[in-house]
């Protein structure tokens, strides 16, 4: 059984066919219909016309002899005017045609990959966690009686990243938030030449006091080849990907 | 009353190389289209067309397009490849248009600055265009996301980090894109929905563009629609849109070919990054919006109501091309049943009101010429004084004498360099109320009395030459009495478009009137 229509899945025209009418409304209501109907000068020659039939203003036309209403210019219809007429609508198309999509942007060098350093980790608690006295927790209201007390304050997070021994990436980032306990966030891109390379990260989750959090690995990249540098995964580690 | 006689004010210094260069481009596109359809002077109501085109065809396109990150970028290639007669010249329709609509938009937003039609009353609309471009911009931006291929991917990334840069998520939302299998249909959909949405509250901004000026005009003329709709329709079958390579995330794209209406900030972005085009972009935008009311701050006092003048005849009311005038229940007992207001936010001085107002006649004997309604910084009483000593001046044994009424952004704004003739100028040509004309002929000593203003179908103020012919043709209140004889009047501003050409037509005139006099007419 025929379940496409000119290529398009019967599936997808059913939403169409709701909200396409709807559409159409809208559109007419918003301005669509003068279009299609007569504008206001075409309404007010309309009018006049009418005016003009009566008798009235036909006296008063009369004696205005050659005051009558004078429309605006009408179109030239000389060949030359068609020609600047076919002219102007040419070169609008040109304009439009070219750069629609010319010149070229060569928005990444050749040869080159590329490495996105891309992470959110929450740093480290300015102070460490500690379990409340049964005294504390008795003078919490029942509902917030969490066993553990956590500083809201976090460190800011450093990362370092080598490219063949030399630097190439340092940075600290601020939690994000009022209180200052989201996640500290870092996203950059490198150009990277093709081939192979030693890479080294560094994450310090501390303000830079250690970096517990360690990577070395040699990267292979083509040109034009996306790499991500994250931290996650089940076993909360760098990686590279 | 004071002797108010100043002439509304010039354009300021440096703009007028600048106008000067939109008269010659306009005139440039009168030869060809005629003033009709000058498409330069109808840049707003193309920008509108455009919309109506692109949301036509997007429909259309939508209809076979795949909202799934897998399936998007074959449907489009579906779409530009087996059905390329219908789906593919929409979608290439679809991106035309919505580039040709960045121009209008453009082409409209220069034209009303350097009109200097942005300041007092004006504001709104100008205010609230700020908004739409960011729409504007919005919403083509979001629907390159849906292509799913590398420009997208470039695109949709380059966003995100921007965004990011705003620091409002809890994840950077660039990480949607971070690898191969990260971007998940939802997020997908939730991209399809934003090209949906962003661009009906561009309509609606577009909406709010206009809802301030009564009889707002919004469709191009019909020859007009037609030849850019043909032009766009010939260019998308000739030249269709194609995508990139299929997005890949686990690849960076190296070389793109841009959409450089809408992505020429994006090289901008890789260079500067995106804190300073956050800054610079905000700082553009607060200075647009602030531009009315930068100095020099030029607001006459709007116009005003004497209501021991005013009848509540309701013809201000009628030509009021803003809506600034409405008719209430009368409050000083006299007896009529309505008075005029003005609303002064709304009244942008252009003194039409004052045309229009049968109060308005400089043949009253024993007192000051004081209309219904007036401006107060350019009164009738002021025009009635200049065309007097305008006329007193003029050499009449050289030529029959012209007085030439003209506006302030009309043709004629700097005066008629011709012997034997004088100009007044007024804020509009709709300001000059008719019997005005029959005293220049009748008292004033003129032979003749040309009106000038803006080129045909460009009126400044929006209707001020349309009631001009109107009330000159008997049609509008106040008519221009049957005693003058038209032969002595004329109008002179369709095919008039430089100041070469007025002095032509000032020549002309003062020819026939000549004859008329050999003729003993």
């Known amino acids: 059984m025929e379940t496409t229509f000119h290529g398009a899945s019967y599936f997808y025209l059913v939403p169409v066919a709701i909200f396409l009418p709807l559409v159409l409304f809208g559109l007419w209501s918003f301005g669509l219909k003068d279009l299609f109907r007569r504008t206001d000068a075409e309404k007010r020659e309309r009018r006049l016309d009418q005016i ?17 209403v004078r429309p605006v210019t009408e ?4 060949v030359g005017s068609w020609i600047g007429r076919a002219i102007a609508y040419g070169a609008f198309a040109v304009v439009l045609g070219a750069f629609s999509n010319w010149p070229p942007y060569a928005y990444w060098p050749e040869s080159t990959g590329q490495l996105k350093v891309s992470l959110s980790v929450p740093g480290d608690h300015k102070e460490a966690c500690r379990k409340r006295t049964r005294d504390e927790l008795a003078k919490l209201p029942p509902n917030m009686r969490a066993p553990m007390s956590c500083s809201r304050e976090r460190f800011p997070v450093v990362l370092e990243a080598s490219l063949d021994g030399s630097p190439l990436y340092r940075e600290s980032r601020e939690p994000t938030g009022l209180s200052k306990d989201g996640a500290s966030a870092f996203y950059k891109k490198f150009p990277i030449l093709a081939g192979t390379h030693e890479v080294a990260v560094r994450l310090s989750l501390d303000g830079g006091t250690t970096f517990p959090y360690i990577l070395d690995h040699t990267l292979a990249i083509a040109s034009g080849q996306a790499v991500v540098l994250g931290f996650g995964g089940v076993e909360k580690s760098l990686f590279l990907r | 009353m004071s002797e108010l006689v100043s002439s509304p004010q010039p354009a300021a210094k440096w703009r007028r190389p600048f106008l000067a260069g939109l008269e010659a481009v306009e005139a440039l596109f009168d030869k060809a289209f005629g003033q009709a359809w000058n498409p330069v002077r109808q840049a707003g109501t193309l920008a509108f067309f455009f919309f109506w085109i692109a949301a036509i065809s997007g429909v259309y396109v939508y209809i076979f397009f795949e909202t799934s990150v897998g399936g998007a970028f074959e449907s489009i290639e579906y779409m530009t490849n087996v059905q390329w ?17 960045v121009v209008a938009a453009g082409v409209h937003l220069v034209r009303e600055f350097l009109l200097d039609r942005y300041r007092g009353a004006r504001w709104f609309s100008w205010f609230s265009g700020v908004p739409v471009l960011w729409f504007l911009y919005a919403s083509g931006i979001s629907g390159y996301w849906l292509v799913w291929d590398q420009l997208a991917q470039y695109v949709a990334i380059g966003s995100m980090e921007w965004l ?6 809890g994840e950077p939302s660039a990480n949607n894109f971070l690898t191969r299998g990260s971007l998940t249909d939802r997020f997908f959909s939730l991209l399809v929905f934003t090209h949906i949405f962003v661009p009906l509250f561009l309509l609606f901004m577009m909406w709010m563009h206009v809802m301030r000026i009564s009889s707002p005009r919004i469709n191009p003329s019909r020859g007009l629609a037609f030849g850019t709709l043909g032009m766009l329709v010939v260019l998308s079958v000739l030249y269709p849109a194609v995508s990139h390579p299929k997005a890949d995330l686990g690849m960076v794209p190296q070389v793109l070919d841009l959409d450089w209406f809408y992505m020429l900030l994006y090289p901008v972005f890789d260079a500067w ?19 009315p009311w930068l100095p020099p701050l030029r607001n006459p006092a709007p116009a005003k109501v004497l209501l021991d003048r005013c009848n509540g005849c309701a013809r201000c009311f009628d030509d009021c091309p803003y809506g600034a005038v409405t008719m209430r229940a009368r409050t000083d007992g006299a007896p009529y049943e309505k008075e005029a207001v003005v609303d002064a936010g709304v009244c942008t001085r252009c003194g039409i009101c004052a045309g229009a107002c049968p109060s308005s006649t400089p043949f009253r004997h024993g007192d000051d010429l004081l209309s219904g309604i007036d401006l107060p910084d350019a009164p009738l009483a002021g025009v009635k004084i200049r065309l007097t000593a305008a006329l007193a001046q003029v050499d009449s044994i050289v030529a029959p004498p012209i007085l030439v009424f003209g506006c302030k952004t009309g043709v004629g704004a700097k005066g008629v ?17 008719p019997s005005f004309i029959d005293y220049a002929l009748s008292r004033g000593g003129a032979a003749g009395v040309l009106l000038s203003g803006c080129r045909a179908g460009d009126c400044f103020e929006r209707f001020g030459a349309e009631w001009t012919e109107q009330r000159l043709s008997g049609l509008r209140d106040p008519y221009l009495r049957g005693r003058i004889d038209r032969r002595r009047v004329r109008i002179a501003w369709s095919d008039v478009a430089t100041t070469g050409d007025l002095i032509r037509e000032v020549e002309a005139f003062q020819a026939r009137l000549s004859t008329m006099g050999e003729e003993g007419a």
């Open chain 1, 52 to 68: 003009r039939r009566d008798k009235d203003a036909k006296r008063r036309l009369a004696k205005s002899g050659g005051l009558a």
């Open chain 1, 75 to 78: 179109p030239p219809r000389s």
């Open chain 2, 85 to 101: 007669y219908a789906a593919g010249i929409m979608r290439s329709l679809h991106r035309y248009t919505s580039d040709a609509m």
């Open chain 2, 164 to 169: 990011d840069a705003l620091g409002i998520f």
């Open chain 2, 273 to 291: 990054g995106p804190g300073a085009m956050w800054a610079a972009a905000l700082t553009v935008s607060v200075l647009a919006g602030v531009l």
């Open chain 2, 417 to 433: 360099p011709v012997d034997g003739a004088c100009s007044v100028i007024l804020p509009c040509i709709g300001n000059l109320p």
